[in-house]
């Protein structure tokens, strides 16, 4: 039962990461479309306001306003804005393909197009049968689409992998690409897999020859490659001076 609960999806990618996917549910969906749906009523009132005073020509030009809200509105924000419209980036969620990656002009014209067949017979009677009876809580326009809608993770809830250990120099004289690659296997390294970790650690722990545990010796590296440094206690303490690649 706790398993058929959980809106927690995980995703291994062909890189051996392994993302988890927070599906959101209808309620939420439901608040981020209000919030949208007051925001293009809002402009729309604005713009009509605007217009009034030209007559027939604005009115010709608020039906293309009016349209351009309704359609591209959703469209070109979740593009453009990493798979968010103003009410999904308030209520913390957002558009991905199903693989986790972002959305793209395709998937996000397929499912915006859709919404009016999930809006029927009315207030999106379809679409919220579509995401109870759906395994990942999609409606019409997702399935077709291949999309899901997510809870966005927070940047600050989780501390860099470097934050955890004690900085140590390489031990030997490394070029500017390879500590990029040290710099972006640390940035990556909560996305992997224990096991996708060590592997590319391996890949260079004969040549670094920093201890038993490849990971923790490249993110130790990695660390003083950041500009970290052992204080007197032997804690990490930053060195805003240190660049972040050295020549």
Not at 39 to 44: A, E, N, P, S, Y
Not at 137 to 155: I, M, N
Not at 211 to 239: C, N, T
């Amino acid at each position: 039962m706790p398993a058929a609960l959980d809106t927690l999806r995980l995703v291994e990618t062909p890189e051996g990461c392994r993302l988890g996917l927070r599906l959101a549910g209808p309620l939420s969906r439901a608040r981020a479309w209000f919030v949208d749906m007051l925001l293009r009523l809002i402009i729309l009132l604005a713009v009509g306001q605007l217009l009034g005073y030209l007559g027939k020509f604005g009115a010709g030009i608020m039906t293309v306003v009016a349209f351009a809200l309704e359609w591209l509105y959703p469209v070109l924000f979740e593009v453009l804005w990493h798979g968010c419209t103003p009410g999904k980036r308030m209520v913390g969620l957002a558009v991905l393909h199903d693989d986790g990656t972002a959305v793209g002009w395709g998937a996000s014209f397929v499912r915006n197009t859709l919404r009016a067949v999930d809006f029927l017979p009315f207030l999106y009677g379809v679409g919220v049968a579509s995401t109870l009876l759906s395994r990942d809580g999609k409606r019409l326009g997702d399935l077709a689409a291949g999309t899901v809608v997510v809870w966005r993770p927070r940047e600050a809830a989780q501390a860099p992998a470097t934050s955890h250990v004690t900085p140590q120099p390489p031990p030997l004289r490394l070029t500017q690409d390879e500590q990029r690659v040290i710099l972006e296997f640390a940035a990556r390294a909560r996305t992997l897999t224990p096991e996708r970790a060590h592997e590319l650690a391996d890949l260079v722990q004969p040549l670094l020859k920093n201890g038993p545990d490849s990971v923790q010796s490249l993110l130790a590296i990695a660390a003083w490659l950041q500009g970290y440094r052992k204080d007197a206690e032997g804690e990490a303490e930053a060195a805003p001076s240190a660049p972040p690649v050295q020549t």
